[in-house]
């Protein structure tokens, strides 16, 4: 599962809309929505916000992650 995907699934799960999330992130759904559709790259430090506003604990994604095949 790619990044994206963990992120989109936990804020599903979460019952977090788009719009929703973006206000968390002082962001505009449209961003968020480039952000999910993986047009729009995101630094350590808007990943790590990501996460927190969606209940993601982060180094539970980097292990996940680091277990994908390369």
């Known amino acids: 599962m790619r990044l994206v995907?963990?992120?989109?699934?936990?804020?599903?799960?979460?019952?977090?809309?788009q719009t929703d999330l973006a206000a968390r992130l002082g962001l505009v759904q449209s961003v968020v929505s480039l952000i999910e559709r993986g047009g729009r790259r995101i630094d350590l430090v808007?990943?790590?916000e990501f996460a927190?506003?969606?209940g993601l604990d982060i180094?539970?994604?980097?292990?996940?992650?680091?277990?994908?095949?390369?």
């Open 5 to 17: 995907e963990l992120l989109v699934e936990a804020r599903r799960k979460a019952g977090i809309t």
């Open 59 to 70: 180094h539970g994604v980097i292990d996940e992650l680091r277990q994908l095949p390369r």
């Open 52 to 54: 927190d506003a969606v």
């Open 46 to 48: 808007e990943l790590m």
